[in-house]
Nanobody
């Protein structure tokens, strides 16, 4: 059974860093684009970052560009999101997801086939 497991969230002060991880199992995601989304309380889920199957194409939401970095390790079936210079407005539950769509980058949540359970990131001011 295909499964994505998110981890690495936590509570940090503004300006701090976290590294989120997404471990895939039960399915080969090497041909899938991978994305990270986030959802803050009372808000809709929003796109954060995307990486294509090869790792060569990345895309970021304007709000995180230059602060967050997405990377993948196909040999280990993992994807990571490095969060630097965190701000209180980055507080949210972060989800990794996998998309089989051939179009990239892919920012639409409805285009993603598999989702992790989410990991909480809280940034204090």
């Amino acid at each position: 059974q295909a499964q994505l497991v998110d981890s690495g969230g936590g509570l940090v002060q503004a300006g701090g860093s976290l590294r989120l991880s997404c471990a895939a199992s039960g399915h080969t995601f090497i041909n899938y684009g991978m994305g990270w989304f986030r959802q803050a309380p009372g808000k809709e889920r929003e796109f954060v970052a995307y990486i294509d199957w090869s790792g060569r194409i990345t895309d970021y939401a304007a709000s995180v560009e230059g602060r967050f970095t997405i990377v993948r390790d196909n040999a280990k079936n993992t994807v990571h999101l490095q969060l630097n210079s965190l701000k209180p407005e980055d507080t949210a539950v972060y989800f990794c997801a996998a998309t089989s769509t051939s179009a990239y980058p892919e920012r639409g949540a409805l285009k993603y086939d598999f989702w992790g359970q989410g990991t909480q990131v809280a940034v204090s001011s």
